[in-house]
């Protein structure tokens, strides 16, 4: 896992408090068979920039990725919901602490990120049925 630079629509009550573009922490980042862009259903709402490339889980070739669009946050217009890659870094689950690790996660270490996970929750939460209805 590693980070990457993320690009952000402001559209949607979950991200419109966050900057344009910041950098996530490091995580296993998905890779999608369907190009997400072309569902007209999906508001994809961060998306990795493409000065993050090469990134991937690695450490074979085929998991390393030198180009292409990766969404990794998303809300279906049909559906109250968000998708969100995040919360699985490098970390040995296995071992889970020793001398070197002493947590299991560094996934909320990131204020810009748990700004829009807390943000998201909170219009799940609400009584707003669609991102219209901000």
Known sequence: PTSAILNVNRNHPSTKNLPLQFKAQPNEWYRWEKDLRKNPDIDILMSIDSTSFPLGTGPKAHEIWNSGY????WSNKKYKM???NMGHNDMDYEHKFN?????????FENEIQTKMIIDGILWLGSNKKNINNK
């Open 70 to 73: 990766y969404p990794v946050v």
């Open 82 to 84: 968000i998708y969100v």
């Open 99 to 107: 001398k070197h690790t002493t947590s299991l996660s560094q996934s």
